[in-house]
């Protein structure tokens, strides 16, 4: 089952996360105190810090899923990476330096130190959680299929199980604090490990630019361009009908079929299984008597169903019939058959490029190795299956991301283009608010010495997450032009999250094991990537429900030593939950969940913070209300929607959620419905700050009584020193 | 000293001053908002009544896929930085200020 693991890959992961777990418990030995944490942090500088906030902040969503979805969806995905980067020039802007003027640790803190309200406090740790769990699913999809696609066969489930309990396990032995030196250790780490393939993909393959250019129409033009200036190339190109390339096929075990026969390759055409089973009774052989199946996959993958259009290097028919490996049986995946074609080209030395019109161009490997080089700069580029978006939807805006809800409805063309306005403006709303409502990332803020350090160290983070973004989507159009077979599966490995993963396994074919080393550098990235947001939600999550919940909500009365010993049980508690919810979402986009984590501290967080940094009228009452009206509001549009998306599969995950079948229709029909609930931020960002005005003035009188003093903590420069006048006049109340 | 004291302490615990300081620092976090705000929803909005000028080709790219995937970041980048710089001086003079008023309320010999 397990059959062929890279040696390489297993080694570079397993280094890095042996590296993770040991460098954890190492730092969190030497500051063992949670004042340690926050306190002796303040020294840390701005460089330090930035990188921290940065390795704590890029998860899996950014390693592997800004990538996958780029590839999927186009253009429209770039909004995640910009989005994910410009949402902390909100947080400068607004919130970063007179929250950390205040002084308070967490939200929670915050909005209990804002409002003098414990009340207040434990309505804030409720959203800890939700956020928390939303955010975790994502890094748990991450970890099921970057196992899976190490250890090949291994179901997605174990991945997520291993990897949910290693970490949770770590964390409930108290390794993994947030230590600012890991943290910025995995920030370091994840950059080299995108960075890296990149640069070098784009050096053999062509640059971001190249690759680009060849999407559309005029990248096929582009092609012909690059024949036209190479006229002897051109003229060797012929259409591959009636005349193409001669297959031989080996025996069939039981000498089913005679070894000298022949078949025409023809056609290439898209690698889609339901083109295959036609073909497959078709050529069943007449001798064969038991299930053996004789399989003539050039002729079923290179059928010219479509009208696709080959055109062949005549060069190519001086080489000998190269014979392939036929024997198949009716179970062996069509995966395996295309592989083991795809093997066979590549001993002979043929490449296939797309061509102009819907038309494939297959030439020696040495000529299209002339194409790419060829001034023009065309790229190498494999054929799309059908389930690709096709070149003109996948490049331009309004693409098949933000117009799914109208094309379910069959809106289609002109008519969708509104819709995918909105659709967009909703996301760009979710994801700029929402940074700022992250509960692991502010926590962060407070490690800076001052409200100006704080404000310089957002302004490093949003350089460093900035470059790195840079690179994702980098992947995703490479993936798109060397790798689409990405396309066909939706699920682990076969998805197209996983393409920051095996892409660099194509260089295997011209450069050995540098292809297997590069990836394994990419699992390592990957591995930081989900461990390190993992454990900081982790910590956030079972820090509210151990101390929160626990120990001033349940029973106020425990002890020291009775919280820490509900901080182990409650981090096996989150840990199992977060395993549990991971497990459902293998058929949800990496990406896609964690903006929908965004959307739910967008409508919560987000207005709770900037309302009561700059508006002295809010009371408890309004921001309370406020803040759980529109965080549950889009906590329940979002979960609508990922539940009728799963109950489609065909699988388990479908039968499990088949009650929400009936909303799919419902959608359908009320396209406008389906993005506000796919999307909430849009409405439920301004219903909340509305609510929080209006229940304010209704409760005027509960202002805080001290609320001009506030006010100039969070906003007073502290070289005027009142935050220590506001600390001894909060000791003069209490005593 | 005890005299001036209690003077500076009253103009910084005064409702003038706080509104003034919140005023000046919210200016100019909107002023960078809006220009931020101005280039994520216009992109949108070119691109939807501009298509075709959107889509045209620069080195390979579609004009809105330099703008969004590549030229954004630095454009972000450079309202942070003036943000910084005007924020950290607007606080580097309240703090003058307020020391000036100090020496200023000292008592004349």
Request: hydrophobic share 50%; glycine share 8%; proline share 6%.
């Amino acid at each position: 089952m397990l059959a062929a693991v890279d040696p390489s890959i297993v080694v570079l992961s397993a280094i890095t996360v042996l590296a993770t777990i040991f460098m954890g418990f190492w730092a969190s030995r030497k500051s063992k105190s949670a004042a340690d944490f926050f306190v002796a942090g303040r020294g840390v500088s701005v460089g330090w810090n930035a990188s921290a906030i940065s390795g704590e902040y890029l998860s899996a969503a950014s390693f592997m899923g800004v990538a996958g979805m780029v590839m999927s969806s186009g253009y429209d995905a770039l909004w995640y990476p910009v989005c994910y980067a410009c949402g902390y020039l909100f947080l400068l802007l607004f919130i970063a330096g007179p929250l950390r003027r205040f002084g308070a640790y967490t939200i929670p803190d915050f909005a209990e130190g804002r409002y003098d309200s414990p009340l207040f406090r434990k309505i804030a740790v409720i959203f800890v959680l939700f956020i928390g769990i939303f955010y975790t699913m994502p890094q748990m999809k991450g970890a099921g299929t970057t196992l899976a696609y190490i250890f090949e066969g291994l179901p997605y489930w174990v991945g997520v199980v291993l990897v949910g309990a290693v970490i949770t396990f770590n964390v409930a032995l108290g390794g993994m604090k947030g230590i600012t030196m890991v943290q910025a250790f995995q920030y370091w780490l994840k950059m080299f490990a995108i960075s890296v393939p990149v640069f070098v993909l784009v050096l053999v393959y062509g640059s971001y630019g190249k690759q680009l250019q060849v999407q559309g129409e005029s990248g096929a033009e582009k092609v012909v361009a690059a024949l036209d200036a190479d006229p002897e190339l051109a003229r060797r190109i012929q259409p591959a009908v009636g005349g193409g390339r001669r297959v031989q096929l080996g025996a069939t075990p039981g000498g089913a079929l005679n070894t000298s026969a022949q078949f025409l390759l023809s056609s290439y055409d898209a690698l889609v299984p339901r083109e295959i089973t036609p073909w497959r009774q078709t050529f069943t052989s007449p001798t064969s008597e038991t299930t053996m199946m004789v399989m003539p996959v050039p002729f079923m993958i290179y059928q010219s169903a479509t009208g696709r259009r080959t055109f062949w290097d005549t060069t190519l028919a001086s080489l000998p019939a190269f014979p392939i490996d036929m024997r198949y049986t009716t179970n062996t995946p069509d995966a395996e058959i295309v592989s083991r074609l795809e093997k066979a080209l590549l001993q002979n030395h043929i490449t296939l490029v797309a061509g102009p019109k819907n038309s494939t161009i297959a030439l020696s490997t040495a000529d299209a190795e002339r194409l790419i080089a060829a001034p023009n700069g065309s790229v190498l580029r494999a054929p799309l299956p059908a389930k690709a978006a096709a070149d003109a939807t996948w490049l331009n805006p309004f693409g098949p991301l933000t117009s799914k809800a109208a094309k379910a409805a069959k809106i289609e063309g002109e008519a969708a283009r509104p819709y995918a306005l909105l659709y967009t403006y909703s996301l760009i709303i979710a994801l700029v608010c929402g940074t700022a409502g992250l509960p692991h990332i502010l926590v962060r803020f407070y490690t800076n010495p001052d409200g100006a350090a704080a404000k310089r160290t957002t302004m490093w983070v949003m350089i460093l997450i900035g470059i790195f973004y840079v690179f994702p989507p980098v992947f995703g159009v490479l993936g798109r032009n060397l790798m689409p077979d990405l396309y066909t599966g939706l699920t682990g490995v076969k998805g197209t999250d996983a393409v920051v993963l095996k892409l660099p396994t194509i260089l295997k074919a011209r450069y050995g094991v540098l292809g297997s080393v590069l990836s394994g550098i990419a699992c390592a990235g990957a591995f930081a990537a989900f461990m390190s947001t993992f454990s900081g939600l982790l910590v956030s999550m079972t820090g509210a429900l151990a101390h929160d919940v626990y120990g001033r909500i349940l029973y106020p009365k425990s002890t020291a030593t009775e919280r820490m010993q509900m901080f182990k049980w409650c981090a096996m508690v989150v840990g199992g939950v977060a395993v549990l919810f991971g497990c459902f979402v293998e058929k949800l986009e990496i990406n896609f969940m964690v903006g929908q984590a965004f959307a739910i501290a967008a409508a919560s967080y987000f207005p709770l913070l900037f309302m009561s940094v700059w508006w002295r009228g809010m009371t408890m009452m309004g921001a309370a209300v406020g803040m759980l009206t529109g965080g549950i509001c889009s906590l329940i549009a979002v979960a609508l929607t990922n539940a009728s998306s799963l109950a489609t599969d065909p699988g388990a995950m479908g039968r499990l959620f088949a009650g929400f079948k009936p909303l799919n229709a419902f959608w359908a029909n009320h396209p406008l419905l389906r993005i506000l609930c796919e999307q909430p931020a849009i409405w439920c960002v301004p219903l909340a700050i509305l609510l929080m005005v209006v229940i304010s003035k209704l409760t005027r009188a509960a202002v805080p009584a001290d609320i001009r003093m506030k006010m100039l903590v969070l906003h007073a420069p502290e070289q005027l020193g009142l935050k220590q006048d506001y600390i001894k006049e909060h000791e003069g109340q209490l005593h | 000293m005890n005299s001036r004291e209690p003077q500076s302490a009253e103009h910084l615990h005064s409702e003038a001053f706080l509104r003034q300081l919140m005023r000046r620092q919210l200016r100019l976090s909107i002023a960078c908002a809006a220009a931020f705000l101005c280039a994520l929803l216009g992109l949108p909005l070119l691109n939807y009544f501009a298509p075709e000028l959107m889509s045209g080709r620069v080195g390979g790219f579609t004009l809105t896929w330099l703008l969004l995937g590549v030229l954004f970041f630095p454009f972000v980048w450079l309202i942070a930085w003036v943000f910084i710089r005007r924020s950290i001086a607007l606080e580097n003079a309240e703090v003058t200020a307020v020391q000036a008023q100090k020496s200023n309320s000292r008592p004349q010999p």
